[in-house]
Each structure stands twice: as structure tokens, then as C-alpha cells.
T-cell receptor
Framework: DGGITQSPKYLFRKEGQNVTLSCEQN?????MYWYRQDPGQGLRLIYY???????QKGDIAEGYSVSREKKESFPLTVTSAQKNPTAFYLC???????????FGEGSRLTVL | DQQVKQNSPSLSVQEGRISILNCDYT??????FLWYKKYPAEGPTFLIS?????DKNEDGRFTVFLNKSAKHLSLHIVPSQPGDSAVYFC??????????????FGQGTILTVHP
């Protein structure tokens, strides 16, 4: 079945550690996105990539980094510079034509 | 600056009645609007969308209305069912070019449908 796979589903991190969240899609979509969800704030865009080897900062990119070496993969690294990393992270992809996003099941990161 | 706002954090409705979820936006460049439904600990799933060239779009029990002059859209669910209980997000984008898929989301409205 086609879809978006995020891993891990739950992740705990100590302060000062970097952590990488995986996102893989087999929908053959060109564009991929990372959103963050916090209670009462909806979804906010962290980074997005329209094509391989290119990505753009979203609204809240500080403390995060991404790479897009393959069309299928768009990993997100939460660095120690991110002040409030505890959140629910959602990866999504889209075909350029429709703009409709398809989301993964999310990764919940908790900083201890 | 919240460009897409859902001013009702929650809504409670009796099964079989109509649920109306509202969304306001401030950016007049937005011309494509979507509604997503989200269960806890899962990713959002697409429900229905509307382009700014329309003022209504219907899909089964779900209808989205767009009032461009008021910069307001609403999602109607008729009849509401307990399985509709979830968080509903309104989203908007500027169609075309590199903006496709770059959505701006509202804060979400928690819908609870009571049996």
C-alpha cells in the first residue's frame, strides 16, 4: 500500500542531544513537508522540499535541519538548539498539481 | 500573526444533528482551502477542499461553504455521527507555483458527537 511512514512513533531525548526523525513515502510525490503540532496551536510548518536536493525553511525552522537526498526520504533532525522540542511531529507529502497533503502517523518527541 | 483562525476550540453536538465548524482567514491571497480531520496520535486525513472560484463543495455528509468577501469558510456535517468526533483543522494555501502543498493551518476545533 502507498503511504507515508514515520519512525519512531515515540522518542525520548535528553536535553542537549540531537535526534533524527525518519520520513519515507512511496507515493511518488515530489514535495515533502515537516509540521509540528502543539496543543492549541494547530500545525506549523518547519521545513519543506519541492524537489530532491532542495528544501526551504518554513515558519519555525530554527533549531531544525533536514536533507532531501532521495525523492522518497525527508529526515528531520531536531538539534540541541531547539528550545522547546517536545511536540508531535508530522511529515507530509503532496503532488504538485493538487496541493493536497498526505500525512504520516506522526512522531511524538519528549525531551526529558 | 495567525492568518487562519478557528475561534471555537471545541464543539459538542448530538448524534444526527448538524455540526458547523467555522474558519476565518486574513490573507486575501489564499485561494485554496481544505479541511482535515485528526484523531489523537494519528496524522490528519484530508476531508474536503474548495477552490476560491466556488462557494460550495459537497461530498456526502460533508459540505464546505466559502464566503470570500467575509474571508470565512465553514464545514457542515449532516447528520453528525459519533465516529466524527475528532479534531478538525482548516487550512489554506495559495495555489500555483511553489506554493502548492504549503498550507497554513488553523488551531483546530475539537468536535464531540454524543450518541
Amino acid at each position: 500500500d502507498g503511504g507515508i511512514t514515520q519512525s519512531p512513533k515515540y522518542l525520548f531525548r535528553k536535553e542537549g542531544q540531537n535526534v533524527t526523525l525518519s520520513c519515507e513515502q512511496n507515493l511518488n510525490h515530489d514535495a515533502m513537508y515537516w509540521y509540528r503540532q502543539d496543543p492549541g496551536q494547530g500545525l506549523r510548518l518547519i521545513y519543506y522540499s519541492q524537489i530532491v536536493n532542495d528544501f526551504q525553511k518554513g515558519d519555525i525552522a530554527e533549531g531544525y535541519s533536514v536533507s532531501r537526498e532521495k525523492k522518497e526520504s525527508f529526515p528531520l533532525t531536531v538539534t540541541s538548539a531547539q528550545k522547546n522540542p517536545t511536540a508531535f511531529y508530522l511529515c507530509a507529502s503532496s503532488r504538485q498539481i493538487t496541493g493536497e497533503l498526505f500525512f504520516g502517523e506522526g512522531s511524538r518527541l519528549t525531551v526529558l | 500573526d495567525q492568518q487562519v483562525k478557528q475561534n471555537s476550540p471545541s464543539l459538542s453536538v448530538q448524534e444526527g444533528r448538524i455540526s458547523i465548524l467555522n474558519c476565518d482567514y486574513t490573507n486575501s491571497m489564499f485561494d485554496y482551502f481544505l479541511w482535515y480531520k485528526k484523531y489523537p496520535a494519528e496524522g490528519p486525513t484530508f476531508l474536503i477542499s474548495i477552490s476560491s472560484i466556488k462557494d460550495k463543495n459537497e461530498d456526502g455528509r460533508f459540505t464546505v461553504f466559502l464566503n470570500k468577501s467575509a474571508k470565512h469558510l465553514s464545514l457542515h456535517i449532516v447528520p453528525s455521527q459519533p465516529g466524527d468526533s475528532a479534531v478538525y483543522f482548516c487550512a489554506a494555501s495559495i495555489a500555483g507555483g511553489t506554493s502548492y502543498g504549503k498550507l497554513t493551518f488553523g488551531q483546530g476545533t475539537i468536535l464531540t458527537v454524543h450518541p
